[in-house]
T-cell receptor, first 109, second 113 residues
Framework: GQQVMQIPQYQHVQEGEDFTTYCNSS?????IQWYKQRPGGHPVFLIQLVKSGEVKKQKRLTFQFGEAKKNSSLHITATQTTDVGTYFC?????????FGSGTKLNVKP | GAGVSQTPSNKVTEKGKYVELRCDPISGHTALYWYRQSLGQGPEFLIY????????DSGLPNDRFFAVRPEGSVSTLKIQRTERGDSAVYLC???????????FGEGSRLTVL
């Protein structure tokens, strides 16, 4: 079945440092989405990427979709304590979303 | 309107019992998904409804799990003869169309003793 690998599993950063999480699929994807889940909360949609090589920005967050549509990344510039949470990629294929295992981000003030 | 609503928020049951978890999606959303999330893991796909029909139930672990969506709106996930390994947060999500943004409910935390 579809496999979505996400690394790293954990990331601890000092406030103001940058953060990146990577998502890799074994197959070409129709689209990929990113979600953020705060501790004790539910996943909340951040962005959707559809086109090969697509780059989208939301303030300090930059999302990329690989040229082969098999990988994606989320980069946060100058992290803040409000960025704490787990970031998941979700790959859409065969009528469903496959979630990665997530990257848990901790930001020290 | 309101977001995705799930009830109960917490359910504690004994091994071997039957449980039902309910999901009320956002009005007008035809796509509805059930996911299961264990601690420290990503959501694991269970079943997808498009309208009233189960378009894909390939994620249901075994025949103890069943889900319905009789009128194309509210969905119920049913688990028979619960086992301790069924303990998890069961998340429901709805979407305006199949590949669109997923709106998640708060989840139903199931604990099987």
């Amino acid at each position: 079945g579809q496999q979505v690998m996400q690394i790293p599993q954990y990331q601890h950063v000092q406030e103001g440092e940058d953060f990146t999480t990577y998502c890799n699929s074994s197959t070409t994807l129709s689209n990929i989405q990113w979600y953020k889940q705060r501790p004790g909360g539910h996943p909340v949609f951040l962005i959707q990427l559809v086109k090969s090589g697509e780059v989208k920005k939301q303030k300090r967050l930059t999302f990329q979709f690989g040229e082969a549509k098999k990988n994606s990344s989320l980069h946060i510039t100058a992290t803040q304590t409000t960025d704490v949470g787990t970031y998941f990629c979700a790959a859409y294929n065969f009528n469903k979303f496959y979630f990665g295992s997530g990257t848990k981000l901790n930001v020290k003030p | 309107g309101a977001g995705v609503s799930q009830t109960p928020s917490n359910k504690v049951t004994e091994k071997g019992k039957y449980v039902e978890l309910r999901c009320d999606p956002i009005s007008g959303h035809t796509a509805l998904y059930w996911y299961r999330q264990s601690l420290g893991q990503g959501p694991e796909f269970l079943i997808y409804f498009q309208g009233t029909g189960a378009a894909d139930d390939s994620g249901l672990p075994n025949d103890r799990f069943f889900a319905v969506r009789p009128e194309g709106s509210v969905s119920t996930l049913k688990i028979q003869r619960t086992e301790r390994g069924d303990s998890a947060v069961y998340l429901c999500a709805s979407s305006l169309f199949p590949s669109g943004e997923l709106f998640f409910g708060e989840g139903s935390r199931l604990t099987v003793l």
